[in-house]
């Protein structure tokens, strides 16, 4: 099992009423009694999974590259569909790529580019700032997945449990819309240059465009356009003059002003097209339960289990027979025999509410992870302040 912790670097905190039960971080596992046997029982167990994404280049980019980039709109009507719009535009990070993307809502779903998160199940998400010009904080990081893809025309759709605040999607505009001549927008983050904005107008309509790229082969209908298209850009939104949807900005061509986006009509034949969902990365080994009983201090009931197929306890969950303490769950990422995540069901729910990371194996909380949907992996990741109440 890989090791998957997103380590952010964006100062904050918010207050909780309980403090941080960060001590059983750095130690040895729960332990079970000493004559304890391998079960032959396989399990089901859900898995602690950020899908690939390490998160060592959006900490990178959230402390340099995040603050917004100069407007640069030609009229009070181009400044308008900048200021309404931009919310919906979102910075898309992996370990390996940086683009953009538009929140649709479609069941809170952000379009996007498939060459910007290729290769992942998971990717981070940075919204734009309530404050004009300010950095990103961890309120404005989500965690999102990376639900459908079609790689032949370049385009993924991915899916957040929930947006920070209360945004406008982007409307969907359609074929129609598509005409020579017209004034064009587009928003996105070229460089990592945030939330930029610039303006052209539809060079051509060109159906059926094949391109090639170092991704391999594609073919869609794209818009060609003089709107500067550059990495960082990809993925993000080509608007109408009434700020629809009408292309996704997707590459450029050797010459003078060609760049191209993939058109609305090949956006809707992806939305409504069934299949090519993303599929979980099988797992290695198949998980074993190591022992169910009493802990050796016979104070809570404990699961164990192996996930690596080394015969080595990972995973364990410690239930207390105290109903005051929180169901908790201890994971050894690096399999060296010490927790380096706790995760806590506080109220006994069985569902997960809050957990706690030690990136850097020292023994100390770096992390805090929030569970917005009760799983094990966390939806929201933030540094973690000592002193402050979770």
């Given at each position: 099992?890989?090791?998957?912790?997103?380590?952010?670097?964006?100062?904050?905190?918010?207050?909780?009423?309980?403090?941080?039960?960060?001590?059983?971080?750095?130690?040895?596992?729960?332990?079970?009694?000493?004559?304890?046997?391998?079960?032959?029982?396989?399990?089901?167990?859900?898995?602690?999974?950020?899908?690939?994404?390490?998160?060592?280049?959006l900490a990178k980019y959230a402390k340099a590259r995040v603050g917004d980039a100069p407007y640069t709109g030609r009229g009070r009507h181009d400044s308008e569909i900048y200021r309404a719009l931009s919310p919906s535009v979102v910075i898309i990070v992996t370990d390996t790529s940086l683009g953009s993307g538009s929140y649709i809502g479609?069941?809170?779903?952000?379009?996007?580019?498939?060459h910007v998160v290729k290769g992942f199940n998971k990717v981070a998400l940075l919204f734009k700032p309530t404050t004009e010009g300010a950095k990103p904080s961890e309120a404005d990081i989500e965690i999102a997945d990376v639900v459908k893809v079609d790689p032949t025309r370049d385009l993924a759709l991915l899916h957040i449990s929930a947006?920070?605040?209360?945004?406008?999607?982007?409307?969907?505009?359609?074929?129609?819309?598509?005409?020579?001549?017209?004034?064009?927008?587009?928003?996105?983050?070229?460089?990592?240059?945030?939330?930029?904005?610039?303006?052209?107008?539809?060079?051509?309509?060109?159906?059926?465009?094949?391109?090639?790229?170092?991704?391999?082969?594609?073919?869609?209908?794209?818009?060609?356009?003089?709107?500067?298209?550059?990495?960082?850009?990809?993925?993000?939104?080509?608007?109408?003059?009434?700020?629809?949807?009408?292309?996704?900005?997707?590459?450029?061509?050797?010459?003078?002003?060609?760049?191209?986006?993939?058109?609305?009509?090949?956006?809707?034949?992806?939305?409504?097209?069934?299949?090519?969902?993303?599929?979980?990365?099988?797992?290695?080994?198949?998980?074993?339960?190591?022992?169910?009983?009493?802990?050796?201090?016979?104070?809570?009931?404990?699961?164990?289990?192996?996930?690596?197929?080394?015969?080595?306890?990972?995973?364990?969950?410690?239930?207390?027979?105290?109903?005051?303490?929180?169901?908790?769950?201890?994971?050894?990422?690096?399999?060296?025999?010490?927790?380096?995540?706790?995760?806590?069901?506080?109220?006994?729910?069985?569902?997960?509410?809050?957990?706690?990371?030690?990136?850097?194996?020292?023994?100390?909380?770096?992390?805090?992870?929030?569970?917005?949907?009760?799983?094990?992996?966390?939806?929201?990741?933030?540094?973690?302040?000592?002193?402050?109440?979770?």
């Amino acid at each position: 099992m890989k090791r998957f912790a997103l380590s952010l670097v964006i100062a904050a905190a918010l207050a909780q009423t309980a403090m941080a039960q960060s001590d059983g971080l750095g130690q040895a596992l729960p332990a079970s009694p000493d004559n304890a046997n391998i079960t032959a029982v396989d399990s089901v167990l859900e898995l602690y999974d950020l899908g690939g994404l390490s998160g060592s280049v959006l900490a990178k980019y959230a402390k340099a590259r995040v603050g917004d980039a100069p407007y640069t709109g030609r009229g009070r009507h181009d400044s308008e569909i900048y200021r309404a719009l931009s919310p919906s535009v979102v910075i898309i990070v992996t370990d390996t790529s940086l683009g953009s993307g538009s929140y649709i809502g479609l069941g809170d779903s952000i379009l996007t580019n498939w060459h910007v998160v290729k290769g992942f199940n998971k990717v981070a998400l940075l919204f734009k700032p309530t404050t004009e010009g300010a950095k990103p904080s961890e309120a404005d990081i989500e965690i999102a997945d990376v639900v459908k893809v079609d790689p032949t025309r370049d385009l993924a759709l991915l899916h957040i449990s929930a947006t920070p605040r209360d945004l406008k999607p982007i409307a969907l505009g359609s074929e129609a819309d598509i005409q020579v001549g017209a004034d064009v927008h587009a928003i996105g983050h070229p460089t990592g240059e945030a939330w930029t904005y610039t303006k052209g107008f539809v060079s051509q309509y060109r159906k059926d465009y094949p391109w090639k790229d170092e991704e391999g082969n594609h073919k869609a209908s794209v818009i060609q356009t003089q709107t500067p298209i550059n990495p960082g850009n990809s993925g993000g939104p080509l608007l109408s003059d009434d700020g629809k949807l009408i292309g996704v900005n997707t590459f450029k061509a050797k010459g003078e002003a060609l760049n191209f986006a993939v058109s609305i009509a090949d956006v809707q034949a992806f939305l409504g097209k069934e299949g090519q969902t993303i599929a979980k990365a099988p797992v290695a080994c198949k998980t074993k339960k190591i022992y169910e009983g009493r802990d050796r201090k016979n104070v809570a009931l404990l699961v164990q289990y192996d996930t690596n197929c080394d015969g080595k306890v990972d995973y364990s969950f410690v239930t207390p027979d105290d109903i005051s303490k929180p169901i908790a769950a201890y994971v050894d990422t690096n399999f060296d025999g010490k927790a380096d995540i706790s995760i806590e069901d506080r109220n006994r729910d069985q569902k997960w509410d809050i957990s706690f990371h030690d990136t850097d194996y020292d023994g100390q909380v770096d992390l805090v992870g929030y569970h917005a949907d009760g799983k094990l992996t966390p939806t929201r990741l933030e540094r973690y302040l000592p002193g402050v109440k979770y």
